[in-house]
């Protein structure tokens, strides 16, 4: 297996709570898909979830075994991706520490993802500086472990040609290519809504639907999904956009045909809304049931997960200690050989 | 010797040239008379040289051997104090990451210390991120050591109340004293100037005199010192106040009698300045003639030298060590053990 014909990608989840339908769609499933035909690392992101967490440390640290079961009972196999806990890797820090030298405040300040993401939390003037020099974090596990493909969505462009932007700044520095430019990997899926009509799925709004769900839960969710208000008599015509049911059809249902079948009945009117979810609803169970039983499976032993997580850890941290050597090397910060 | 009831105290130096008169009579005569008394811990600060140096590592790193020398010619005794290197020590960036989320960036940017800094560099809003958060890292290295008196100046003042600040928060939120504050040990010593009356002595401005000194630099730098503008004759009577050769006469004459005498001589006139520098030369150069033997003897065997400074980094390392477990268990970021 030779690093230099084969693409390195570096993905990961902020651990502060279990995944869901959401992370699936958007990211857990072209993992998938990438395993086996690319050098992949899975990064539990622990440290940069701490960053807008501080106040609540085991809201994030709890979470950490819930993803990697998680990870596990969706398919990723830890020999063919490398899962590593982000903490546990103190070259992660010390390059961050690197790097920081290299970015000014404003340009940090300037990077429209934080922006956005500073604006959401409500944190105006309160930034932790953690949080603000994050994408520093970001940069540095990404060049650590040399990804040279990170899967991104259009948001979080800025990420990438900041991280691209310290590794020029970098290499110009010591003269010499030590760290990897990557590139971004633009997901060509649309984003999940949440079961409630919203933008994002998430655990914190309560419109999520967890990859371990129970059947009640996944039941209880689908009946509750919002689909179109104007729909009150099944014979009323239906609108498909902006329904949560439909926008799940698309995302989780194979069966395309199918789905553009029922869009078209829903639409010229004659469809009941608790018809399309139980389509909706059969998928679901389908999909999450086997995840479900490998969940329960594997949650028996935290032991052995943990294991595979330390595991995990030590592989991508002696990628990342290679990295660090060779830009202390680069800086001459080797003095002891 | 139990840690419990002596004092461990942390200075350092920022490795941007050879230490000079400057640093020995602001820090290392204190260091000198310390040494036995408390658990010392001098910390050769390379990474935080970097942050306003990041273009010029070697500037840096060329100078991490040159200070080691000065120490252990000035009579540095690495089996009393121990002398370590910060970069080669990760558990002070992974310490500065965590403390990172603890602190805001507006808190950061109202530090006067940090402010003043800024605007002696004219980085105004170019500020690299690490040099803005530069006394998060100093906290941390504080901290990690866990060091309960930081000699400091006046206007070091800030950086003492900021780490204490984020021990109270960081131990109010993990609900135990993970993190020790520490007091602030003023000094006592008027800061000594520049020989050619600037405030700051300082190896850029070419106005300082290196501990390593030859005689000849020696004399050339006493006889081109900054006197009295308007002692003209010797007749006339001279300013003491703004005089630098009575200035190293107060830092380097242990004789403060015959020190006083020559001022009273200086001010009523009849006292030449050549008259004055022959003493404070003749003083200068014996002070130091054994540093600059030992310098010499030191500088022989360098690989000795750094194998002092390797040793001395292991064992700060472990000390750190210790405490950035600590930290990772109150904040249950201890997943394998």
């Given amino acids: 297996m030779s690093s230099t014909t084969k693409n390195t990608v570096l993905t990961g989840d902020r651990p502060t709570g279990p995944l869901h339908l959401g992370h699936y769609a958007g990211s857990l499933k072209a993992r998938l898909e990438l395993q086996g035909s690319v050098e992949q690392y899975l990064l ?26 998680d990870y596990l009972a969706i398919g990723i196999d830890p020999r063919l991706t490398t899962i590593a806990v982000q903490s546990q890797i103190p070259e992660l820090a010390e390059l961050t520490s690197i790097l920081m030298n290299y970015v000014t405040v404003s340009r940090l300040e300037r990077n429209p993802t934080i922006r956005e993401e500073i604006r959401q939390r409500g944190f105006e003037r309160d930034i932790p500086a953690g949080f603000l020099t994050y994408p520093v974090s970001q940069a540095a596990d990404i060049t650590a472990f040399r990804a040279t493909l ?32 990557c590139d971004a990997m633009l997901s060509t899926v649309t984003r999940l809504p949440g079961t409630d009509g919203k933008a994002k799925m998430s655990k914190s709004l309560g419109n999520a639907i967890a990859l ?39 995302a ?37 049931a086997p995840v479900r039983a490998e969940r329960q499976r594997l949650a028996v032993d935290r032991r052995a997960v943990l294991q595979i997580l330390c595991q995990g850890t030590e592989c991508a941290r002696e990628r990342a200690a290679s990295t660090m050597d060779a830009v202390k090397r680069a800086l001459g910060l080797s003095y002891f050989g």
């Fill in 150 to 181: 990170v899967p991104v969505g259009e948001d979080q462009l800025p990420m990438i040609e900041q991280t691209n932007e310290l590794v020029r700044r970098f290499n110009s520095t010591v003269g010499k290519p030590v760290l990897v430019e």
């Fill in 252 to 288: 989780f249902d194979p069966d395309a045909q199918k789905v553009a079948q029922l869009k078209a009945h829903y639409r010229r009117g004659g469809l009941a809304d608790s018809a399309v979810k139980a389509v909706l609803e059969e998928r679901l169970q389908c999909l999450l």
């Fill in 44 to 69: 539990i992101a622990d440290a940069q979830a701490l960053t807008d967490n501080a106040g609540d440390p085991s809201k994030v640290t709890s979470n950490v075994l819930e993803v990697a079961l």
């Fill in 212 to 250: 371990g769900a129970s059947p009640a839960e996944i039941r209880k969710a689908v009946r509750a999904m919002y689909t179109d208000e104007q729909h009150l008599r099944v014979s009323d015509p239906g609108r498909v956009e902006g329904n949560v049911v439909f926008a799940f059809l698309d």
